[in-house]
Structure formats: C-alpha cells, structure tokens
C-alpha cells in the first residue's frame, strides 16, 4: 500500500494523524505579496488540467504530491491518484457545475497539470497569480510544497521562480471549499458554496526589480487638484519615474525602504458617474514597467449628507450576488455588462456587491461605464470574532480587496461587515479593520451593514461611531411582519451620519405553481416595494436605498416547495431575463428621485 512507502512516511502519519494539514496551512500568500498586474503581460493557464476529488484529504495524508511520473505498468505499490493521468475539468470553472454528481459536494480537490520551458531570462521572476479559489489553496511545484491562500473571493500571487526548471515543470494545487469555524464566512450563510479554481489563472513574468504595487488617488482636502502617488519596489532599483501624460506631470522618485510617495497639485477633470473620465498613469523601475486608467473623484459625508465631488449624491443601488444558472459563481466580461445594463435600466447609480469581492473586471467595467460601487468583504452573520486566526483571515482578505481596487474610482466604500450581532468582540474586531482600510485607503468610506434593535425600535449599534455611513438592514413586510414598524423606526432614530438602506425586499416566486397572493407571490413582493418606496422620501437621512437584490440566486438553505434551492428576491429571476413587476416600480421610484420629482 501507498501507506507503507517512503512517500507517506509510516502508517501512523498516513492514517492517523489528524493533524495533517497543520505542514500546509502557512498562509504565506496574502496581500503582502499580491503582485500589482496593470500592464503585464499574462501567459494565461486556462483549459484542461487533470482533475480529482478528495473526500478524506488522502492527497495530503499519502502526499499524491511527491508521486513521480511513471508508466502504471513500472509501479510496484497500489496507488489512489495519477497527478498525470485520468479525468480532466476545464479551469476556470465551479466543480458544480461541471458534474451533478459534485453538485453539493464540500471538501479538497486536486489540479495538475504540466508548465513547460519556464525560465527564460536570467533576469526575471515568474509569478503564479490565481484570481480566486474557493477556499483554500495549497501550491505545489516540482513536487514541493510552498505555501497556501486562505480567501475565497481574492487574488493571490506564488512567486515560483526558485522552484522552476527547464524542460518540464509539474503544478499541482489543492483547493478546499469546507466551512469551518475559523474563516470568513462561517458555515452558515445565505449564498451557494462553490468550490475550485473559478477565476483566471495566469503566469506574469517580471524583472528581478519590480514594481510591486502602485497607488494613485485624489487627496480628500476639498480642493479636488492634489494627486497623491505610492509606489512599492522589491529589488534594487533607487528610483522610480511616474507619468500622468494628460496632465503634464513627469517625475522621477526616490526609493526610501522599497516605497516612493508624492503629492503634486494639477488641473484634472474629476470623475463621476456622469462623466467616468480617467487617466493614463505609467511607473517604471529598471526594466519594470506598469500602468493603469484611473479616475480621480472625492466622496465625503458631512452631516446625513453623501457628497461626491461636493454635490449631494442619493445612492440608487441594487444588491447583486455573483452567481449564474450555468457557470456558478464563475463570470464573463458579458455577463458583468448585462448585470450594469440591467441596474442602469433600473435607473441605479451605484451597487452593492455583496457579501464578498466580486470579480475584478466589476470595477474596471464600472469604472468605464459610470457606476459607483460598494464592495465588502464575507464577514457574515456569526463567527469567532475572538479567534486570532480569525482575525487573520478577516484583515488578509480586507487587504487583498483593498490593494487590488483601490485605484478604482467607482468603488467609493469598503464595508467590513454585514448583520453582525452588536457584542464588545464583534465590536474590537470590526474597529480593528476599519483602522487596517483608512491606514490603508484613506480616500474612500467605511461602512457595514447594521441590523435594527428591535427592541428599542431603533437604529443603534456602537459600530456607528466609527463607520461614515450606517448601513441599514431592514425587511418591514416580509421578515418583519408589521410594515408600521418603519415608520416607529424613523420616529425614534436621529442619526447624525447618512444611512444607507443596504437591504429590504420581499420573495417573488414566477413558475406556474407559485402562489398568486400572499408571501412568495409576485403580487406581494411588488406590494413591499410600494410601501417600501412610498416611505422612504420622509426620511431625510436615508441617502441611499439598496433592495435585495437584482437576479434571484442558489441557496441552499431555501427549500420551500417555491424556492427550491433559490433565494427568489431578485427583481429579475435567475435566468436573468424575466422583470419582475417590483423591478418597475423600483425603476420608476429611481427616476422620480434623478428628477427631483418626488414631494
């Protein structure tokens, strides 16, 4: 048996040991070393890769990674996986969607697949970049293990050059999608959990000198011209040149411990949603060069008021889940300007992507076409805010968000959080990564979504303090039974900074046997929009109003016999074709509101 070789050691670490994982659970790559792409070439490792599943880690228990390449014939142990053999699975993709049989499956499996004629320049590195697995991902090259990602929705760079060689290389990775109680989320929530390589994976070469990340934003000071500029340098390189061609701006920096920062004052015209203009900026370091299109644009709060560029802003929004009826959470360029065309059809001007980073292309897309964004990071409902690894996960996802799209101007808030428990853990937890995103980003706003004290009737939650805008969770007329309620809410809440209402909506269910009246009908969530919509102009601190949520969506926890596996809130249903009727009321409410119609 594979058990008995010198690969797996001994019988006692093979099957015994249930410590197993501890060896790969580094998580060494995070956004300390997340590579900045804009400009790069990428030698793209879509396709084909061999394919297994892993119900009992027995890849890590027996180390299927230190298997060599042999005819079967020359074997002279039974073995459970040929890393270069058998079934294949096309990446990216959600192993769900790929085989019935996988559908609820929740556990590791294994890619491999061969990497050919690597090294090319003395004077280069090779970076491994992955998009996003769900959930954990350990790498292994030439049969070696080195290092692992914790973080289901953001990207994560290997540097592999050390491990390379000429000829033939073998990559194997090791995704896992369980729900435990020390990630982000929980095991309990309200969306599907896909499992696999479901975002691009790419090979960047750079120079041994790189930049490695490069930040550009409008300082928030009122006077919408001073540019702020931070560039990261690994290597030897004592300066950098940074460009902002259109505005006539050429300097050349100094490397102070590996970061060059500036602030220069220039004429620019500023971004909005009406006007998505941006600009070319370049920075070069040694043979290393990089680019982006940024916009530039200053949102800010004073009193209950949102002001982006100075002028009051009311957020128009739609949630929006990342999930599709065939390809899962994976996503396209096409269906990504679908879901912009269907919130600008709704009149919106902004969304919230909920509860995890969305795809990447979302902010650059948005940033094109003039939709404002917030993005936020799975810190749903209960976890262990008390667990240090926890902590851990929370903070390197927070990070990764905020290192891959801060020079996005569409995305004016991070969010921290979504309907967590007002406790002093839960509270020492979130303040310590809204300090991690203003250290950070110190051009954007810091939210999360709150619940209601119900027992007070109030919007209160000592996170509110520390947030710039409060966002509010409230479904009067469906989860909250007594509609009056809202408006007992607004009599007793005076809250000094704007609310966003971040959730509301009602399920409407359209198939034959869906009821016609009452709950889950289509003519009762319509009715909760008019209510909803009818209420909200008298509250003048609500500044923005987001439904749950645009395209219905797998869950698996709902299973009436009308669900059946789907959250059926969305105001256009899963094939994301069919309006529903509240789609038009909600699209009507938003164009009264761009023409300061309503009384």
Known sequence: MLEKSDVAENAIECLHNEQYDRAYNLQNFNYQNLLFTGGREK?????????????HDTGLRQKWFLLEKRDPESRCDPYDYDPFAGGTITVPSCWQMVNDKWFYYEGSAWYTREIENMIQNPDERIFLRIGAANYDCKIFINHQFIGNHYGGSTPFCADLTDYLKQGSNTLMLCVNNNRTTDRLPLRNNDWFNYGGLYREVELIRTPKTYIRDLFVYLVPDGNYNRIAVRIAVEGESTTVDFTLAEAGVHLTLPIVDGYAETSFVTDIELWSPE?????????????????????????DVVGTDIRLNGQSLYLRGVNCHEDDLLLGKMTTEEDIRRRFRDAKELNCNYLRLAHYPHHEMVARIADEVGLLLWEEIPNY????????????DAHNQLMELIVRDRNRASVIIWSVGNENADTDERLQFMTMLIKAAREADPSRLISAACLVNHAKMKIEDRLAEHLDIIGLNE?????????????????????????????????????????????????YMADVYRKQTAYLPKLDYVRGFTPWLLYDYRSERRQNPFQQGFNCKGLITADKRIRKEAFYILRDFYQQIKEGSLS
């Open 475 to 523: 479904y009067y007329g469906w989860y909250e039974e007594h509609f009056d309620d809202l408006i007992e809410l607004g009599k007793n809440s005076s809250p000094t900074k704007p609310v966003v209402i971040t959730e509301t909506g009602a399920e409407g269910v359209l198939s034959p046997h869906a009821p016609k009246t009452g709950p889950f009908s289509e003519r």
């Open 275 to 299: 006007q998505p203009k941006r600009y070319h900026v370049t920075a070069s370091a040694g043979r290393d060069w990089v680019h982006d299109y940024v916009g530039f644009r200053q949102v």
């Open 43 to 55: 030698e793209s490792l879509s396709g084909e890769w061999r394919f297994t599943l892993d119900l």
């Open 381 to 392: 409902w209960a976890i262990d805010f008390n667990n240090p690894a926890t902590q851990r």
